[in-house]
């Protein structure tokens, strides 16, 4: 979308901005450490950090943590951020350096077996029961969540950034400091190990 001289990024179909883009008026109030401001900031996008941090944590306490430390770290670098560019990026860059930072290792993600057989896009094999039927399984989520602690850090932040938080693979890219092809080969063999690790999962009973 071009408005004048300036082209303004959209991101859907129909040529809306992005609703994540911060303002010059209130990037200037957060920098100025406008409590109002900052509130509304928090509020806007505490959830979507949670829920990003909690995917990559697996545990409720742990996510609250990061999310706090999230938004500690970026009323503390808020002024490198570009007013007029888009928050959500920067924001899931942040809560990644956090993440990896925190030195916890010991996730215990959900994910169930529908969605990584749809998103994903690997397909289960089996005679027996449906992947549905299996995702309802407790013993089947458990090999899910199990399948997913084996896959490489970058391989499973890439899966979640791209199916779980719907970003392009531009913007993994960015997130995670690599070029967009490094990012698309890591969701595609994201996607091979799992349909290995999961390629009998419909068996478990």
């Not at 697996?58 to 996510?63: F, K, M, Q, R, T």
């Not at 808020?78 to 350096?97: D, H, I, K, S």
């Not at 602690?149 to 499973?156: A, C, S, T, V």
């Amino acid at each position: 979308m071009v408005k004048g001289n300036v082209e303004i990024p959209t991101d859907n179909a129909s040529g809306a901005p992005p609703t994540d883009l911060l303002t010059r008026e209130r990037h200037a109030r957060l920098l100025a450490g406008d409590e109002a401001a900052w509130h509304a900031f928090v509020t806007e996008y505490e959830q979507r950090m949670y829920g990003y941090l909690y995917r990559l944590e697996g545990n409720s306490e742990d996510a609250l943590d990061l999310t706090q430390e999230v938004f500690y770290r970026a009323w503390r670098s808020m002024n490198t951020f570009r007013a007029g560019e888009r928050v959500l990026p920067w924001l899931y860059q942040v809560a990644r350096n956090t993440q990896i930072e925190s030195h916890r290792r010991k996730q215990h993600q959900r994910f169930s077996l529908e969605e990584a057989r749809e998103e994903i896009g690997f397909e289960v094999t089996s005679s027996g029961r449906s992947p549905v039927q299996a995702a309802e399984s407790e013993q089947a989520q458990d090999r899910v969540q199990r399948a997913l602690m084996k896959l490489p850090q970058e391989y499973r932040e890439a899966v979640v950034l791209r199916f779980v938080e719907d970003l392009p693979y531009d913007e993994i890219a960015r997130i995670q400091g690599v070029a967009p092809g490094t990012a698309k080969s890591r969701v595609f063999r994201a996607k091979e190990q799992l349909a290995e690790l999961l390629a009998d999962v419909a068996d478990v009973h």
